[in-house]
């Protein structure tokens, strides 16, 4: 592997901006940005759009094992997810998908398969990754690892005014006890539940904009 050969991990709870912070990094880097979130709603949308039962773990490792998921750049220079060669990027923000995709998360076959794919997409070439177990499972070896935080009731918040400008219903509680209930998920998964990695920087996003979270992580980044 080359010297040169970077990868930055971001883990951190929904709704604290990691998506938003990991892409922009990756842009003042140069280098690949890895939404791993995408991935498990990308084959939480195949799932919904095929009915299955989402609590049945073979049939969902199955249909993991029998699906291709990857990430092509637009002219723009974003990233789009491909499930199976369809761009699927718009359609797995749906709150449908959002609210499926722990099913999918916790499934110990599917998780296997997702990590070995991460893996690949990080082997030869640089990135920044962001998800809920990278720097404690997919890239132990990671040379940064960052836990990016966030107060709760900001991360409500900040989802409330995303909803609000997209000009979509929104009910604040039932935001409130969804992204509760997301954290608790994520938090007590058996398998690549989220937690701080032991030498990861905990990086506090509250009352920081995307680009002041940026600021403080390149602070810490020695090239
Ligand atoms: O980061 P996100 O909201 O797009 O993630 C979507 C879901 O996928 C969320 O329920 C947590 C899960 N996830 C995971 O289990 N492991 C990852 N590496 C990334 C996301």
Redesign the pocket.
């Known amino acids: 592997m080359p010297t040169d050969h970077l990868v930055i991990t971001l883990d951190g709870p ?1 709704g604290a901006g990691k ?1 938003t912070v990991a892409k922009s990094l990756a842009g003042r880097l140069g280098i690949t940005y890895l939404d ?3 991935m ?2 990308a084959l939480t949308l195949k799932a919904l759009r095929l009915k299955m039962d989402l609590s049945d773990e073979e049939a969902l490792t199955t249909l993991c094992r029998n699906t291709k998921i990857t990430f092509k750049e637009m002219p723009d220079g974003s990233l789009s997810i491909l499930l199976d060669g369809e761009d699927v990027s718009t359609a797995i923000r749906a709150p449908e998908v959002t609210n499926n ?2 099913y999918i ?1 916790k499934t110990p076959g599917v998780r296997t398969l997702m990590v070995a794919w991460q893996r690949a997409m990080g082997q030869d070439r640089s990135i920044v990754t962001d ?4 720097g404690t499972v997919v890239f132990t070896d990671a040379r940064y690892k960052f836990y990016v935080d966030c107060d709760v009731e900001e991360r409500v918040q900040r989802r409330f005014k995303e909803l609000v400008a997209a000009g979509k219903p929104v009910n604040l509680d039932q935001l409130r006890a969804d992204m509760k209930d ?1 954290d608790q998920k ?1 938090f007590t998964r058996a398998v ?1 539940p989220l937690k701080k990695a032991p030498d990861a920087i905990t990086v506090d996003s509250t009352g920081l904009t995307v680009e002041g979270t940026v600021d403080k992580i390149m602070k810490l980044i020695h090239l």
Do not use: M, P, V
């Not at 998800?131 to 990278?134: L, M, P, S």
């Open positions: 929904a998506s791993t979130g995408a498990y709603r995709t722990f998360a998800g809920r177990d990278q997301r994520d690549g």
